[in-house]
């Protein structure tokens, strides 16, 4: 591997069948692009590029064709985003199971120049969001209450989310803070608040639903109010929408107020 030590990003998560998906949702090549797609998203969150993959799998009783799909949508998924599959291993379980790490390098020149973290919101930072969520809160309850994916742009962020990659490398250099949207816009300011001792004031309570939808992917981050016009005049040249959810307000010792989180997957 070469990589510099200096902008060394590793991330690492699993995405696992009754947890994060169930089996009859999605094709298993979808499943299996799925697995890494999410794991990717995590290393654009940090205004990373992965550039390796280690692979743990776990495989219920599958045809050798089904384990095929597997692999082959693992391999173009890889191969699409520049990643070298170096490594892993494979187990026999009842159920279906990816865990994955990636490891990459941050974008820039200097050293942690544009690397993006969680800390370094600052009180009268505004916040966006990538993306208008809710969609996939759409396909979600969809499917719990029986209905099947079909091969729609409603469908299609829960089936594949649209990584934002080369708009987080644009803009890294302003960006105070930022993650992706995993568990819904409300769960992850409330990771934010926690970290950075803020408050958000909501700009738009009519969305307070949309933002309990999980399995977004999307980009939430903040960013100085003297740098918005720079942000949008960047995003409308790329194509790519934003939202804007609010502000940081009230620094506090304390974590902030709990938000009360939907949990989908049981």
């Not at 590029?49 to 219920?60: D, E, N, Q, V």
Request: charged share 25%; net charge positive; hydrophobic share 45%.
């Amino acid at each position: 591997m070469h990589i510099k030590k200096s902008t060394l990003a590793i991330a690492s998560d699993g995405f696992c069948e009754g947890v994060h998906f169930k089996r009859e949702w999605l094709s298993l090549a979808q499943i299996a692009q799925k697995a890494l797609l999410v794991n990717i998203s995590d290393m654009i969150a940090m205004n990373a590029r992965a550039k390796y993959a280690l692979l743990s799998i776990t495989l219920p009783n599958l045809a050798p064709r089904e384990i095929v799909a597997i692999a082959d949508a693992l391999s173009t998924t890889a191969k699409k985003h520049g990643i070298a599959l170096i490594g892993g291993d494979t187990m026999s379980a009842p159920y279906l199971s990816f865990h994955i790490t990636l490891i990459g390098e941050c974008a820039g020149k200097r050293r942690y120049k544009n690397g993006l973290y969680r800390k370094g919101l600052l009180r009268g930072d505004l916040i966006y969001c990538t993306g208008k969520v809710g969609s996939a809160q759409y396909a979600l309850k969809w499917l719990l209450n029986g209905g099947q994916i079909a091969e729609s742009r409603r469908f299609a962020r829960f089936i594949a989310p649209n990584l934002r990659g080369a708009f987080i490398a644009r803009v890294a250099s302003f960006l105070h803070a930022g993650l992706d949207v995993s568990d819904g816009v409300a769960s992850e300011l409330y990771r934010l608040s926690k970290i950075n001792h803020l408050r958000f004031v909501i700009a738009d309570n009519r969305r307070k639903i949309a933002y309990n939808s999980g399995e977004e992917y999307e980009m939430l981050f903040g960013i100085a109010p003297r740098d918005k016009r720079r942000l949008l005049r960047i995003a409308k040249s790329m194509r790519i929408p934003l939202e804007y959810i609010g502000k940081a307000t009230q620094k506090s010792e304390r974590s902030g107020a709990k938000l009360a989180l939907k949990i989908w997957h049981k």
